[in-house]
């Protein structure tokens, strides 16, 4: 995947770019990362940010007598960074940035996740920068992603990014530790990630960071299987920014790998209980098998069972009774007693708002085996 292909991106930038000092916010690194983003956006494609560094910078204003904070300490620089972090990004664009915190608890629940991936599409298509970050100063170790790399494989893969950009303090993959071995060799190419690879990923030694190699690995795993090109590459470099903008390879290219089901569609169909049926029209049964169409209340014939918003839902056809598909509701059952048959444009005037124009998007939904 080059620049010029991809349409989406999503671009994690780590506390080591935000604060090199160790507290506070630079510009430093972020302005030439900001331009990156700004060509991206000249050039028509859609940015997601998942930026660290709200510890780093609210670190100078909490004492903290050791060299390692607490739990209790970190979650207060978080508090008072966060907002300097986003300022330090803000004062770069003419465009609105829109700031989206986010636990672990909401991602694993599936009205969260829906909610989030809404958040997302709703703001970039208002032409806004989303800027993600964990939220740490309500987390508990539990309720954690864990790192700002994972978070930002999670975020890409339910915003539907095609190219994922790990911008970070080391150029990619090398053959092994380069701070320990100059004849360390930097990989250009990953065609899958195997154990073999994953024994190249030590870890960690900048304090700064949270993720060490190992956490990128992880994180590049999880985006290229599904299906998102992952490039981990040295972040403080701006001609590596201008190269990559102009069709040159920069870092370790990680090479997406075909996907049958996303994650998503994987864990609809074999991990969830259906909590409901959903019968729908010939005409709807044919949207969803031939056209790639997603679940429209106008092709909704009758609603059984009893959901909320975000639970799964089994769609049948009407005439046949036979299971079409599974997917995830953007409505509760009783709201879809009242708006089925009709319009979204009528949704309004029957239950007084618009969560969605759709029951199922199509993104939310599986096929099943008719056979
Ligand atoms: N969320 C943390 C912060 O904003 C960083 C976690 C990480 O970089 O992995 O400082």
Redesign the pocket.
């Known amino acids: 995947m080059n620049y010029q292909d991809s349409s989406r991106i999503l671009i994690k930038v ?2 080591a770019l ?1 604060a090199p000092s160790g507290t506070g916010c630079s510009a430093q690194y972020t302005l030439p990362i900001a331009r990156f983003i700004q060509q991206c956006f000249e050039d028509g494609k859609q940015v997601i940010l998942v ?8 670190r100078q204003h909490i004492s903290c007598k050791t060299s390692k904070p607490s739990v209790a300490q ?1 979650q207060a ?2 508090a008072i ?2 907002n300097t ?1 986003m300022a330090n990004w803000m004062r770069f664009f003419d465009k609105p940035c829109a700031q989206i915190l986010m636990t672990h608890a909401e991602l694993r629940d599936r009205e969260g996740y829906i909610n989030i991936k809404n958040t997302i599409n709703e703001l970039i298509s208002n032409g806004i920068l989303p800027i993600v ?2 939220n ?1 100063s309500v987390a508990t170790e539990e309720l954690k992603v ?6 930002a494989a999670m975020v890409a893969i339910l915003s539907d990014s095609d190219l994922f950009l790990i911008c970070s303090d080391v150029d990619g993959l090398y053959t092994s530790d380069p701070n320990l071995n100059k004849n360390a060799q930097q990989i250009p190419q990953v065609e899958e990630i195997d154990s073999k690879i994953i024994a190249l990923a030590g870890d960690t030694t900048n304090p ?4 060490g190699m190992r ?1 990128k690995i992880e994180a590049a795993v999880k985006a290229t299987s599904n299906g998102i090109a992952t490039i981990l590459f040295e972040g403080s470099l701006p001609q590596n920014f201008e190269n990559f903008v102009k069709g040159s390879s920069i870092g370790t290219l990680f090479k997406p790998q075909q996907k049958s089901l996303s994650e998503k569609k994987h864990w609809v169909k074999h991990t969830l209980n259906s909590k409901g049926i959903i019968n729908i029209d010939k005409g709807a049964v044919e949207a969803l098998i031939h056209k790639g169409a997603s679940l429209l209340s106008v092709g909704i014939c009758s609603v059984s069972g009893k959901f909320e918003r975000g639970d799964a839902v089994d769609i049948h056809c009407q005439q046949t009774g036979k299971i079409i598909a599974k997917g995830l509701c953007q409505y509760s059952q009783s709201t879809i007693e009242q708006i089925k048959g009709h319009r979204s444009e009528h949704f309004e005037k029957i239950i007084g708002y618009i969560e969605s124009d759709v029951i199922v998007k199509r993104d939310d939904l599986v096929l099943l085996d008719l056979k």
């Open positions: 780590g506390s935000i930026s660290s560094g709200s510890v780093a910078a609210g970190k620089m978080a960074g966060q972090m970050n964990e740490d864990g790192d700002n790399d994972r978070l700064l960071a949270t993720g956490t």
